[in-house]
């Protein structure tokens, strides 16, 4: 897999992963003992944070502000293709790219909505 | 949710592995992604336990991620007669465990939701351990289910 793909994708993970921690919901189905403090979850999503960071010193520059401006505008930098159909927009690929044996082995984006894209089959 | 996500073939009632790690994989792997999903999800799962243990006490741990390589919501639940270590929020051995992993947008919100519904569903069993004496996936998907449906 193309290296900055794989990166973009632990990217998309941790920001789902730190909007997961702002829902009172999230925290109270992983706080079923009631043992864990509002401090225990602030030091969870400073470490969230840290890692986030790692990815993003790890990107380069272009495409870390190409990712931040696809997130603002559909609230997500990353979406798979899922039978040929692009999960953000929902454009058919065509079929000469989807047929290819092999995929993801280079950056692509969705020609219609510009979003990075993952080959899921 | 959590009635449509439980599966006999995602039910593994006697994992073999010994720590955190493995029984990870173990999980993962009824899943059938491909190696190269497999190994993204799994970076994913150890960096979420990094930040701190999805061991929620009294034997139950409820690793959880978000990932585009899964295009939907899945569970797979495990049980570990012999306990695993898996530095838990009151140090003990984790018995039962509910893998999570969904798509970073779910329409509906469905991974809060079924992480909301494992939760009542963990918190209704761990006083009785009666999770540990089932002999077959079936049967303990269907005390799951039993469990579940209790309001
Ligand atoms: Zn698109």
């Known amino acids: 897999m193309d290296p900055i793909l794989e990166m973009l994708i632990a990217l998309e993970s941790l920001d789902a992963e730190l909007e997961d921690f ?15 403090s509002d401090e225990v979850f602030s030091q969870q999503i400073d470490k969230l944070k840290e890692l986030r960071e790692e990815v993003v010193r790890s990107l380069p520059i ?6 931040q401006r696809l997130r603002e505008k559909y609230k997500r930098g990353v979406a798979p293709v899922v039978n040929g159909i692009c999960a953000n927009c929902f454009m058919e690929f065509p079929s000469a790219l989807v047929s290819r044996p092999v995929k993801n082995k280079s950056l692509e984006t969705c020609p219609n909505c510009g ?4 080959w899921t089959k | ?3 449509q996500l439980l599966r006999e073939d995602r039910v593994i009632i006697d994992l073999k592995a010994k720590d955190k790690e493995e029984v990870l994989q173990e999980l993962l792997s009824v899943l059938n992604l491909k190696p190269e999903q497999e190994k993204i999800v799994l970076e994913q799962l150890k960096k979420r336990e990094a930040i ?7 034997g139950v741990a409820i690793p959880h991620t978000r990932s585009v390589v899964v295009d939907d919501v899945q569970l797979v ?8 270590d898996f530095q838990s929020l009151d140090g003990k051995p984790v018995h039962l465990f509910f893998l999570l992993i969904a798509p970073p947008q779910d ?5 809060l939701i079924t992480l909301g519904e494992i939760a009542n ?21 269907e005390y799951l289910m039993k469990i579940y449906r209790e309001a």
Do not use: D, P
Request: glycine share 10%.
């Open chain 1, 22 to 36: 702002e829902s009172e919901e999230y925290r109270n189905s992983i706080n079923i003992t009631q043992s864990a």
């Open chain 1, 62 to 67: 272009a495409i870390y502000k190409r990712y």
């Open chain 1, 115 to 118: 979003i990075y894209v993952y």
């Open chain 2, 1 to 3: 949710m959590f009635a």
């Open chain 2, 52 to 58: 701190g243990s999805t061991g929620v006490g009294r």
């Open chain 2, 77 to 84: 639940v495990g049980v570990s007669k012999g306990g695993i």
């Open chain 2, 107 to 111: 329409l509906g919100a469905r991974y």
């Open chain 2, 121 to 141: 569903v963990a918190r209704k069993v761990v006083s009785t351990k009666e999770y540990l004496n089932f002999e077959t996936s079936k049967e303990l998907m």
